[in-house]
């Protein structure tokens, strides 16, 4: 196949293609190089595979991606803003780059470029909001978002809607109603929606991919706004404690980007119904402090955490993904456990230059009322 990734020059799009290529494809990217992920320099990556093909162009341009699905057979799209903090502040650009690049992109493969025979969408977690928990007495609940008032009490937990008692984290499968919390997670099932609508309407072969906490090799170093891991990284690199939020209880489903480039081969070559929808995460959860110590332990120290009692409005207190429809119905299994991935993640981070921005997010997120501070603590 020839296929296009928009956003390319990115994490998981540069390891998609050279998934791509390993098992034969033709690879082309369209890429703005954003300057938040890659620098002033303008210049596509060092790391990308020399046989893939370069378009330095912006996913909303009619004519930039008008040019680049020129003898394409499927698409990845994966050109996004990714913040989520930063989303609730910068949104004309989030909902910009966001929604209307995934409308220019869908237009054109329905007025021009209709031999397009398969897109995959990497969608996010981020659209269910909190994950789906469950109360002994009133059975499996998906909660709205906890309250400031009940966090600033230092009750960190997700509370049963009927009964107030703390709930316990469940699998959270793909059918399940959505809630996005932030200006990102609402651009992203914006993203779905457009998608569902034309492969309802056109029969657009459309897959979509819900990513959990992706880490590895080629993360942006720079961007404080996005990726745990990484902001860990340079924090450590930087000689500096890693403040963890929530006590650092609350837990993510971290999956190796190995896993999902694999992930998305799989979307590609399988022929699923239009508008199916897939988990993709390891399938289990992980506290950030266990984050954290993995980290420090693959990069051969002891981390030094902190807890402040701090919070981010906003956060997911807990949500892990149940893989199963992905691995029944794509033959996906993720092979990359924490412990080896953070491995692989290291032994890459050292080589690079990475910058420690975390007051900055910090001051940002404050200045705009989204820090807070358990009174309890
Ligand atoms: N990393 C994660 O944990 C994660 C989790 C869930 C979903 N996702 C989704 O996966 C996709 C890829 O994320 P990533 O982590 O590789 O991010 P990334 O920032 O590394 O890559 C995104 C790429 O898109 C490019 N881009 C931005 N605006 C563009 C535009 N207007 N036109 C063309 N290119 C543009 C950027 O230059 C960048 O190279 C995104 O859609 C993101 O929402 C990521
Ligand atoms: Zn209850």
Known sequence: MNVLITGGAGFIGSHTAD????????????????????????????????????IHGDVRSIKDVGRALEDMDAVCHFASLTGVGQSMYDVRNYVDTNCNGTAVLIETIVK???????????SSRAVYGEGTH??????????????????????????????????????????????????YAET??????????????????????????????????????????????????????????????????????????????????????????FNIGFGKPCAIRDVAEALASACGGKAILEDRGEFRVGDIRSCFADISMASSVLGYEPQIDLAHGMKQFANWA???SSSDLYQKTIDELSRYGLFGKAKAA
């Open 19 to 54: 998934a791509l290529l390993a098992c034969g494809h033709r690879v082309r990217i369209l890429d703005l190089l954003d300057p938040q992920i890659h620098g002033h320099s303008a210049k596509f990556p060092s790391y990308l595979d020399p046989r893939i093909e370069c």
């Open 188 to 277: 992203k099932k914006h993203q779905e929606d457009y998608c569902r609508f034309a492969a309802k309407t056109f029969g657009l072969p459309v897959t979509i991919l819900r990513y959990f906490n992706v880490y590895g090799q080629r993360q942006s170093l720079t961007n404080p706004y996005t990726g745990v891991v990484s902001i860990f990284f340079s924090r450590f690199a930087a000689g500096q404690p890693v403040v963890l939020y929530e006590k650092g209880r609350s837990e993510g489903d971290f999956v190796h980007v190995s896993d999902v480039a694999q992930a998305n081969v799989l979307a590609l070559e399988t022929d699923t119904k239009p508008g199916s929808c």
């Open 112 to 122: 021009t470029h209709k031999n397009i025979k398969r897109l995959v969408l990497s």
């Open 350 to 352: 050292r080589g690079e």
């Open 134 to 183: 469950y109360c002994s007495e009133h059975g499996l609940q998906h909660p709205q978002p906890r309250t400031r008032e009940k966090m600033e009490a230092g009750i960190f937990s997700v509370l049963c809607p009927h009964c107030e008692q703390p709930m316990l984290s469940r699998p959270t499968a793909e059918a399940r109603p959505l809630y996005p919390m932030t200006v």
